[in-house]
C-alpha cells in the first residue's frame, strides 16, 4: 500500500479551515495566548485570516450562524499536550474529553485533548 503513484504533481501541506462565530475573538485567542501570528486576511470586514506558528498554520473563515460538528475538525500536533490542557482550562475554553494517553491499535503512542475552539 506504499505505492508511489508519480504524475508529476507534488503536494505540499493541508491547512485546517476553522469555521467561526466571532474572528476577532478566536484571532485574538490564537495570538495573545498560543502566539500564532496573523500572516495573512481578507475582505471588508475581514471574513478570512491566516495564523502561522512554528510549522502549524490555521485558516479561520468567518461563519456567524455556524453549528459546531459533531466530531473532530482538526488536528494539531504539539510538543506538550498537559502544558496546553492547561492553557485552555485556564482561558476558559470548553474542553469536550481531557487528556488521553495510550497507544493506538497500530501500537503507535498517542496524546490527546478534544477542546471547543475560541470563537465558536
Known sequence: MNDTVDHG??????????????????????ARVLGFTKTFENGNPVGFMILKRDQAELH???????SAAPFNVAHMMVSDVDALHSICQRHGLR?????????????????SLCVRGPGR
Open 60 to 66: 479561520l473563515t468567518l461563519q456567524p450562524n455556524h
Open 9 to 30: 504533481v507534488r503536494f505540499g501541506r493541508i491547512a485546517a479551515m476553522l469555521p467561526v462565530r466571532d474572528l476577532e475573538r478566536a484571532c485574538a485567542f490564537y
Open 95 to 111: 474542553i469536550i474529553k481531557g487528556v488521553q494517553k495510550g497507544r493506538s491499535e497500530q501500537g503507535l503512542w498517542f496524546e
